[in-house]
């Protein structure tokens, strides 16, 4: 079974920096995208910034101020997320896309998602 576990979100001021951090355990065979989204009230979930190999994507809402990275060898993703605005107020949801076995194909998978909350 695979999990994935996010950590790092809290209350932080604008202006402020946060880094959040997804860890991806269980039986993984092979990990292909890992990516960051948010959900934020009344508003539907949207992307933030995926990782794939040595490629990034970032929504431009988070270009120049987010940057995502990848650990392979702790199956982890971090999102380090500064100057941030109350408009970055949301549930920020760890995804992977990845394959348990080697026939297996790959599939998506969500974490419980972290509250990231900015204020003015």
């Known amino acids: 079974q695979v999990q994935l576990v996010e950590s790092g979100g809290g209350l932080v001021q604008a202006g402020g920096s946060l880094r959040l951090s997804c860890a991806a355990s269980g039986s993984i065979f092979s990990i292909n995208v890992m990516g960051w989204y948010r959900q934020a009230p009344g508003k539907q979930r949207e992307l933030v910034a995926t990782?794939?190999?040595?490629?990034?994507n970032y929504a431009d809402s988070a270009k120049g101020r987010f940057t995502i990275s990848r650990d392979n060898a702790k199956n982890t993703v971090y999102l380090q997320m500064n100057s941030l605005k109350p408009e970055d107020t949301a549930v920020y949801y760890c995804?992977?896309?990845?394959?348990?076995?080697?026939?297996?194909?790959?599939?998506?998978?969500w974490g419980q998602g972290t509250q990231v909350t900015v204020s003015s």
């Open positions: 990782i794939s190999g040595g490629s990034t």
């Open positions: 995804n992977g896309i990845l394959k348990v076995g080697m026939s297996t194909p790959y599939r998506n998978y």
